[in-house]
């Protein structure tokens, strides 16, 4: 009798948000779940707790995406405790509001470090350790398509990280693994009310037609979408989650 082949999911930024909504509902649907960290170890084994009391496998490890030997250790470590990986999902990313300034560099660098030069080396250590018929998802945004002030960082990195996901598609070629992003448009976590208004916040959740903001949860449900077996035909696709926002 064999042992059941356990399917293990690695999810960036999964201590809280967007991230955390992904690692539990991953987990739900059966993947053993890495739950990546970069500061808030408690917030990272709140969400490992969570799953293992619902009758489910998550380790936390730390790891600063924008760090290549970090986040080869977090590969490493991911394959120690489960024995293979089966789906990326890189959810960490950082949105300071900053406009296109001279005084802005610094926010601009900050940005770019974490979520483009993040994702670069994220979707090279899914391209190497993978296992052919995986599925490699990124975290995108739907304000692409609206061009906000004081969104210009912001923008410029995530629109990176759909280029990045098309060519990993094409470079992947023969091994069955697709590659995908998921723009989520305005949802209502920690990240996006930093530094909003309520006016501001109950402007943005009018302007999608269904009226509200999205939550994790709904963008957990479009990840788990492309990380099943329903999603094996979608390739190298940008999938917008947004209430149509955009």
Known sequence: MTDKIVHTAIVTGGSRGIGQA??????????????????????????????????????????????????ATLFRAAKDAFGRIDVVVN?????????????SLADFDKVIATNLRGAFLV?????????????????STSVIAKSFPAYGPYI?????????????ANELR????????????PVGTDLFLEGKTPEQI??????APLERLGTPDDIASAVAFLAGP?????????????GGFA
């Not at 949105?95 to 296109?100: D, E």
């Not at 979707?123 to 975290?139: K, P």
Request: no cysteine; aromatic share 2%.
């Open 91 to 103: 959810s960490a990313g950082v949105m300071p509001m900053a406009s296109i300034s001279e005084g």
């Open 22 to 71: 992904i690692a539990t509902r991953l987990a739900a649907d059966g993947f053993a779940v890495v739950v990546n960290f970069t500061h808030n170890a408690a917030k990272a084994q709140e969400t490992v707790a969570t799953i293992e009391a619902a009758g489910g496998k998550a380790i936390a490890v730390q790891a600063d995406v924008g760090q290549p030997d970090e986040v």
């Open 202 to 207: 109950q402007h943005i959740a009018q302007l």
């Open 230 to 242: 329903d999603g094996g035909w979608i390739n190298s696709q940008v999938l917008r989650a947004n």
């Open 123 to 139: 979707l090279a250590q899914a391209a190497a350790h993978v296992e052919d018929g995986g599925r490699i998802i990124a975290l």
């Open 174 to 185: 023969g091994r069955r693994i697709t590659v995908n992003a998921v723009a989520p448009g």
């Open 156 to 168: 410029a990195s995530k629109a990176g990280v759909e280029g990045l996901v098309h060519v990993l």
